[in-house]
């Protein structure tokens, strides 16, 4: 069982920033990649940031410059630094955490729960 929680959500004003942290645990996984993806009403979930173990990361465009992304292999965490809000970054956020098992071929995913990002114009 793998258990994914973020934190850190919340509101902010247009032009204002927020960090998202998001913490991965479960006996016997290894980390690859992370990312964070966000889902808006009515619209569909997409991914925002992506982070591989060896730290090369990816945004998306309309991310790209304003968030920054990061984790700690050692602790099993992973960040969201988000600058520069636009009201249109409002949605619930989530952390993806894929991983490998030692005893166990294949790739796995594990979600987290979510967390609301509201920007306020």
């Known amino acids: 069982q793998v258990h994914v929680v973020e934190s850190g959500g919340g509101l902010a004003q247009a032009g204002g920033s927020l960090e998202l942290s998001c913490a991965a645990s479960?006996?016997?996984?290894?980390?690859?990649?992370m990312a964070w993806y966000r889902q808006a009403p009515g619209k569909q979930r997409e991914s925002v940031a992506t982070?591989?173990?060896?730290?090369?990361?990816g945004y998306a465009p309309s991310v790209l410059g304003r968030f920054t992304i990061t984790r700690d292999n050692a602790k099993n965490t992973m960040a969201l630094q988000m600058n520069s809000l636009k009201v249109e970054d409002t949605a619930v956020y989530y952390c993806?955490?894929?991983?490998?098992?030692?005893?166990?071929?294949?790739?796995?995913?594990?979600w987290g729960q979510g967390t609301q990002v509201t920007v306020s114009s």
């Open positions: 993806l955490a894929r991983y490998i098992l030692s005893d166990k071929p294949g790739e796995f995913d594990a």
């Open positions: 982070i591989t173990r060896g730290g090369i990361s």
């Open positions: 479960g006996n016997g996984i290894r980390l690859t990649t």
